[in-house]
């Protein structure tokens, strides 16, 4: 196993998500690798947990990342938030994510789940996505 590509995914991950032209039409630099202090804006994206275990064989050490992203919007109803959420997959799922070390093998959509958020009207709907990497 080997941790060792985790910064060059999270980082290859952000960027893509951040630079996706959908993105940035619905939220424009509002894209976090974590949540700023202050006013946050009506609708935003972030990076959330990670979860890695051991995926290597005979010619590379390599890792299963489990990452979540979240769409939070203060928008009355799911529609804002589900639009940004379609953009963020979109931008992910078959994306030739270049890694600064190592090498993406599959990055897939696992799950979603939308809810209400702490707001009287505002949503959240977190995704979660599974990399296969390699560090040869």
């Given amino acids: 196993m080997s941790y060792a590509v985790s910064a060059a995914l999270q980082a290859a991950v952000f960027a893509r998500v951040a630079n996706d032209a959908a993105v940035q039409a619905l939220v424009g630099s509002d894209v976090y690798d974590a949540v700023p202090s202050g006013t946050l804006p009506l609708t935003y994206?972030?990076?959330?947990?990670?979860?890695?275990?051991?995926?290597?064989?005979?010619?590379?050490?390599?890792?299963?990342?489990d990452f979540a992203i979240?769409?939070?919007?203060?928008?009355?109803?799911?529609?804002?938030?589900?639009?940004?959420?379609?953009?963020?997959?979109?931008?992910?799922?078959?994306?030739?994510?270049?890694?600064?070390?190592?090498?993406?093998?599959?990055?897939?959509?696992?799950?979603?789940?939308?809810?209400?958020?702490?707001?009287?009207?505002g949503r959240r709907i977190d995704m979660r996505f599974r990399a296969r990497v390699e560090d040869i």
Avoid: C, Q, Y
Wanted: charged share 20%; hydrophobic share 55%.
């Fill in 45 to 65: 994206v972030v990076l959330g947990e990670e979860d890695v275990r051991a995926w290597s064989n005979i010619s590379a050490n390599g890792a299963v990342h």
């Fill in 70 to 121: 979240a769409v939070v919007s203060d928008a009355a109803g799911f529609s804002a938030a589900k639009a940004v959420a379609v953009a963020v997959n979109d931008a992910l799922i078959d994306a030739p994510l270049m890694l600064s070390r190592g090498s993406l093998v599959t990055l897939d959509f696992l799950s979603a789940r939308a809810r209400r958020g702490k707001a009287p009207d």
